[in-house]
């Protein structure tokens, strides 16, 4: 509006038209377009009707087709069924809380399951449906109807719309949220009885990268993916047992640990459980000696604390490295018991450091 100059009252009485003007500007300056607005008295009550934060409870579960709210909170207690919002009517802005320990709240986009004088909702997604865990912002516009305007507490991503099959959630570095497919890196086949050629892999998985293996018990084989472009595949043997692969050590032996290896042996490898045992495949030692060691100094590698059934690694009176390979027949493996290392008797003069290499595999008995 225009505002009119009203003259300062200066201590000079206003005439009668003076007056008439100036009530007449004043309403207007202080008119409402809402006349529910329209005096003090009526402001005072709505401003009072925001402090007063309103409930309204709903306790039993099922289908709400024309459901009148009359309070700012709309509170779901259901235990008995899950309660599912397909009309609403009444307030205008209003907020949705789901105490449910069991059931979401469901709301139905545009639901034709409308009772009269109710109005569905409706969903960003324009489809589907969400449900509410935690709490819901309901809003109402003349041209849009009830819509959902927020979630919190729910599993529902209105901002993923454009995704057409399930894909992994990711954040980045900066701490945004995106999306990302996923990928396929080792599956079974088996009831695979016939062996495959590149030709069929790439039939049955276009879309396989590197690493991806393909594993076919009955034909004892992996089959690796192992160049992209141009697609190839590579064949390896899996064994009877496709937990069997050849195994590392390395254990650094302190000379205090050395002084008295004897009497107490280190452990290697601990046992690997019932039904398995570890086959020794080969062995070295590193000796960080004087250039004078007695030769009744040797060094044994087995599966008891029992010196004799232990597997002969060094007998030697100089530093060095010394190895075993290709454990024989007379080499008894004991079935679920630990790998130690241990010297035949301790002598003041063994203090000095080592390093212990083996080479192994567990196996299925």
């Known amino acids: 509006m225009i505002q009119k100059n009203i003259r300062p009252y200066g201590g000079v009485t206003y005439s009668i038209g003076e007056g008439a003007e100036l009530v007449e500007e004043l309403d207007k300056r202080t008119r409402h377009a809402d006349p529910k607005l329209n005096s003090i008295q009526l402001l005072a009550e709505a401003i009072i009707g925001l402090r007063n934060f309103t409930t309204q409870t709903i306790t039993n579960g099922g289908n709400y087709n024309d459901l009148e709210v009359t ?26 809380l789901n105490l449910s320990e069991n059931y979401e709240v469901r709301i139905n986009h545009d639901s034709p ?4 004088g109710a109005f569905p909702l409706k969903l960003p997604t324009a489809g589907g449906s969400v449900g509410i865990k935690g709490t819901a912002r309901i809003l109402y516009t003349e041209s849009y109807g009830y819509f959902v305007a927020d979630t919190w507490g729910s599993l529902y991503r209105p901002e993923y719309k454009h995704i057409t099959k399930e894909v992994l959630m990711t954040v980045d570095e900066n701490q945004r949220a995106g999306s990302k497919e996923m990928t396929e890196y080792e599956v079974f086949r088996d ?41 190839e595949w590579a064949s390896v043997p899996m064994g009877n047992d496709t937990s069997v692969r050849i195994l590392e050590l390395k254990r650094n032996i302190t000379a205090a640990e050395m002084k008295v290896i004897g009497a107490s042996p280190i452990t290697l490898i601990p046992a690997p459980g019932a039904g398995k045992a ?16 007695p030769t009744t100094f040797q060094i044994v590698v087995g599966y008891s604390n029992s010196f004799w059934s232990w597997a002969w690694i060094v007998g030697t009176s100089t530093a060095g490295i010394y190895q075993k390979g290709g454990y024989g027949p007379g080499e008894k493996i004991i079935p679920n018991h630990a790998v130690f290392i241990q010297s035949k008797g ?10 212990i290499y083996l080479t192994y595999r567990i196996i299925t008995l």
């Open 191 to 231: 009831a695979q009885s016939v062996t495959m050629s590149s030709a069929d892999l790439n039939i049955a998985y276009p879309n396989a990268v590197r690493p991806f293996n393909v594993v076919c018990k009955q034909l004892g084989l992996i089959y690796k993916k192992v160049n992209d472009s141009p697609s």
């Open 113 to 116: 399951s409308v009772g009269a």
């Open 71 to 96: 309070a700012d909170l709309l509170v779901f207690t259901n235990e008995n069924a899950q309660a599912i919002i397909n009309g609403i009517k009444g307030k205008k802005d209003f907020h949705i």
């Open 346 to 355: 301790d002598d003041p003069a063994h203090e000095f450091p080592g390093t």
């Open 278 to 293: 570890i086959e020794l495949i080969s062995s070295a030692l590193k000796i960080d000696a004087p250039s004078t060691i």
